[in-house]
């Protein structure tokens, strides 16, 4: 079975979502404003959203946790999904991610969209657009980024099918040096003696 959780069990592929996703979580994550005259950009340190988006996105990821999750869901499955939680005065009070195979983008006749959400108890619940932050990758239809594992099963299936049968082929030696015979039907213990000598002798990476 091809999905996210055996894809990144795939060591190229595991390597490539790492490479990327530190990448983007390493950088500095400033968030600017605009001087007066228009000429220069300086750190916003005086909005609450600075922290935020520099720190602390929500009570347990640091700035560098969030976003490298972020961009693992966008690597692997085409979509990122971010809860805008905002106080009583509108202002951004944390962003909440959710798994990505916990949303549903529906789009209806006037092109809005909305996002159904199931919790861990099979609850759903439908927020605006205006609620959630969604990144997506390269879309099809526009409002949805496409599932990158499924798209690319059968690659991602032969590397595992690959690493699989070079792991037995290893296990259980890999080298055809002779044929050994007997001349008289072997006996149980006789066989299982001979079975022994054999793979101590020629089995498993080692031999």
Request: proline share 4%.
């Amino acid at each position: 079975a091809v999905n996210v959780e055996s894809a990144i069990q795939v060591s190229t592929i595991f390597a490539c979502c790492r490479v990327l996703g530190n990448g983007m979580a390493q950088v500095p994550l400033k968030l600017m404003v605009e001087s007066e005259d228009g000429r220069s950009r300086l750190p916003a340190k005086k909005k609450k959203l600075y922290g935020i988006m520099a720190l602390r996105p929500n009570p347990w990821q640091s700035s560098f946790d969030f976003r490298q999750m972020i961009s693992w869901h966008v690597e692997l499955c085409g979509n990122a999904f971010v809860f805008i939680n905002r106080n009583s005065a509108g202002e951004i009070a944390e962003l909440i991610p959710f798994q990505p195979g916990q949303v549903t983008v529906k789009q209806s006749s006037n092109w809005t969209l909305t996002y159904d959400v199931t919790s861990a108890t099979g609850s759903v619940q439908t927020f605006p657009a205006a609620a959630i932050w969604h990144i997506r990758g390269p879309s099809m239809n526009g409002f949805t980024g496409l599932d990158v594992v499924a798209a690319a099963r059968e690659a991602i299936g032969l590397s595992m099918a690959l690493e699989e049968s070079a792991a037995k082929l290893h296990k259980n030696g890999a080298r055809a040096s002779g044929v050994y015979s007997v001349d008289a039907v072997l006996d149980p213990k006789q066989y299982k003696d001979l079975s022994s000598w054999v793979n101590s002798q020629m089995g498993g990476l080692d031999n």
